[in-house]
């Protein structure tokens, strides 16, 4: 399975943007980008995926490289309640594994009010 | 439906008892995943049901690990003969039956503690 890699922690400052890296250079054609977070003392929360094209919803954009091989998860204005390890997994979208998740460490975000 | 839900929430037990945890996930979700996070890790994959078939087991469940998914509906992780290794959060996930685009909705899990 492809693995992607994320820093292990970061901080950001509340109301500030954050950018969230992830690189997965060995990426294949078949593989979605997701992320998902998960805050204190609760399971894992879908957050975005991607498989090309950046996408938004409401809570985060996704922003994916021309290549494939990096993404980036942004979230425009970080608030106390953001506070989370997030993760980034690569999901195939056909064959016979497409149901599975793979969860690395992920990226602790610290926000600092 | 108010997402999955999974009891208990916390579980202690000592050395070598028997424990079973359920979850119920969202009710129109044909699958339903089990997983267990270990501290500063992330979740790790135990298995996998679509309905009622229980379709992959990862090696990490071993024989004193038992899943079932009677009627295609709740599930329920037992594990026998607990040993202190086996302390973790256990996760409950569910997803519909269509294409990796769509995301998990996970429970908010049962700690076990093995004591």
């Known amino acids: 399975d492809a693995k992607t890699t994320q820093p292990n922690s970061m901080e950001s400052n509340e109301e500030e943007p954050v950018h969230l890296p992830c690189n997965h250079s060995?990426?294949?054609?078949?593989?979605?980008i997701h992320w998902y977070r998960q805050l204190p003392s609760q399971g894992p929360e879908y957050v975005i995926h991607?498989?090309?094209s950046n996408v938004n919803n409401r809570m985060a954009s996704l922003a994916i490289a021309e290549d494939r091989k990096s993404s980036t998860l942004i979230l425009h204005r970080a608030t106390l309640r953001d506070a989370a390890v997030y993760y980034c997994i690569l999901r195939k979208f056909s064959g016979g594994s497409n149901y599975k998740l793979t969860f690395g460490k992920g990226t602790l975000l610290t926000v600092n009010p | 439906d108010t997402g999955v839900s999974q009891d208990p929430r916390h579980k202690i037990t000592k050395r070598g008892q028997n424990v079973t945890f359920r979850c119920d996930p969202i009710s129109e979700h044909n699958r339903l995943y089990w997983y267990r996070q270990t501290l500063g890790q992330g979740p790790e994959f135990l298995t996998y049901?679509?309905?009622?078939?229980?379709?992959?087991k990862s090696r990490l469940l071993s024989d004193r690990f038992s899943a079932e998914r009677p009627k295609g509906s709740f599930s329920t992780l037992e594990i026998q003969r607990t040993e202190q290794g086996d302390s973790a959060m256990y996760l409950c996930?569910?997803?519909?039956?269509?294409?990796?685009?769509?995301?998990?909705?996970f429970g908010s899990g049962t700690r076990l503690t093995v004591v």
């Open positions: 049901f679509q309905n009622e078939a229980q379709l992959e």
């Open positions: 991607g498989l090309t």
């Open positions: 996930a569910s997803s519909l039956l269509s294409a990796a685009a769509d995301g998990y909705t």
């Open positions: 060995t990426i294949s054609g078949t593989d979605y």
